[in-house]
């Protein structure tokens, strides 16, 4: 029987990205100044959060002074 995923949350779009990027929640929620759990929620497919746009605008200020300068709130939000 093969439970792929069992016990790991989904990630969102900005969790795959960061991942792909070797890049930490540590080291994100450091930059940005938020606390671990808000970018854990932000990461991992939560139905019952909703960030709020002053958290989105920090990841993407921190994404695009840090990552890559050409990523827009789109290609990681639905918003």
Known sequence: MNFFGLGKPYKTKLGKYLESK??????????????????????????????KLVTIKKVMKVINNEIDKNKKIHDFFDI
């Not at 890049?23 to 606390?35: C, P, Q």
């Open 22 to 51: 070797g890049i930490s929640v540590t080291w994100l929620a450091k930059e940005t100044g938020l606390n671990r759990n808000t970018i854990n929620k932000l990461v991992n497919e939560s139905k019952d959060y909703s960030p």
